[in-house]
Antibody, heavy 124, light 107 residues
Framework: QVQLQESGPGLVKPSQTLSLTCTVS??????????WSWIRQHPGKGLEWIGY???????YYNPSLKSRVTISVDTSKNQFSLKLSSVTAADTAVYYC????????????????WGQGTLVTVSS | SYELTQPPSVSVSPGQTARITCSGD??????AYWYQQKSGQAPVLVIY???KRPSGIPERFSGSSSGTMATLTISGAQVEDEADYYC??????????FGTGTKVTVL
């Protein structure tokens, strides 16, 4: 059973960089067919996809956040990470990491395993 | 940008049928997926590829799609089905897109 766990500071000051790590267990991040995504949810609001990384290091970011987002992978630790720069109060949200299941024959992707989520508050 | 539109809320009495719609221009070419999110929990996949049910999801959950609209149906809704439901798809560039979300109340 694949499990994902987010970790990182729960409080970040405005203008600083938010940094989170997702640790994957029960499966290798290097196995093909899966991408690894970050998703966030503002308090009381809907889900927003932030971006994904493949084990090779290739990434794709939501255009709305692209200028501030960096996602990286450490296959030796079976982890991937999110950095979001120049944060403001509008970045306060629950951040989820998720396994992004690819269906190559269809060109489709969906999230089949999620972490429990971690609340990050941006405040001075 | 690609959008998936859902009604904000749906109410249903226990044992009755709830239908949640999801409208999107790319749905004729892309599959719809549905996630259930209970309060304080991570989302759970309940329907994939328009109408398939993952292992462990009750049979009362079903999905369909026609043209630009996908529908999640909960037949014989239970109190434990009260949650937020999100449709999901990908656009032509590979961007992952969630619907606006629907709060289902069972009372």
């Amino acid at each position: 059973q694949v499990q994902l766990q987010e970790s990182g500071p729960g409080l970040v000051k405005p203008s600083q960089t938010l940094s989170l790590t997702c640790t994957v267990s029960g499966g290798s991040i290097s196995s093909g067919g899966y991408y690894w995504s970050w998703i966030r949810q503002h308090p009381g609001k809907g889900l927003e996809w932030i971006g994904y990384i493949y084990y090779s290091g290739s990434t794709y970011y939501n255009p709305s956040l692209k200028s501030r987002v960096t996602i990286s992978v450490d296959t030796s630790k079976n982890q991937f990470s999110l950095k979001l720069s120049s944060v403001t109060a509008a970045d306060t949200a629950v951040y989820y990491c998720a396994r992004d299941h690819a269906v190559p024959s269809l060109g489709e992707f969906y999230f089949d395993y999620w972490g429990q989520g971690t609340l990050v508050t941006v405040s001075s | 940008s690609y959008e998936l539109t859902q009604p904000p809320s749906v109410s249903v009495s226990p044992g009755q049928t709830a239908r949640i719609t999801c409208s999107g221009d790319a749905l004729p070419k892309k599959y719809a997926y549905w996630y259930q999110q209970k309060s304080g929990q991570a989302p759970v996949l309940v329907i994939y590829e328009d109408s398939k049910r993952p292992s462990g999801i009750p049979e009362r959950f079903s999905g369909s799609s026609s043209g630009t609209m996908a529908t999640l149906t909960i037949s014989g809704a239970q109190v434990e089905d009260e949650a937020d439901y999100y449709c999901y798809s990908t656009d032509s560039s590979g961007r992952r897109v969630f619907g606006t979300g629907t709060k289902v109340t069972v009372l």
